[in-house]
């Protein structure tokens, strides 16, 4: 089993108009973090992972998922 960790931080960032230097600004991480994260590249701690969805004023699980997002577009029936 895999131990991949999807997120959608960039697409919450887009939307917020946030770039990663000022995301990382307010998370207390070096900017470059925040491209490893949405790149699947580090997982986060949990402390972390609950600072980004509470940074960004969603549940957890809106951010984070141990499966992946569908695609913006994609139609399920």
Known sequence: MSEIV???IALLRAERGVTRRQLA???GVHY???G???RGEY?????LALRIAAY???E???VFSTTPFPRIGDRTA
């Open 60 to 62: 957890v699980e809106v």
């Open 32 to 34: 470059q973090t925040v």
């Open 6 to 8: 999807y997120n959608r």
């Open 56 to 58: 960004f004023e969603v």
């Open 25 to 27: 600004h307010a998370l």
């Open 43 to 47: 997982s986060p701690s949990l402390f």
């Open 36 to 38: 490893y994260l949405e």
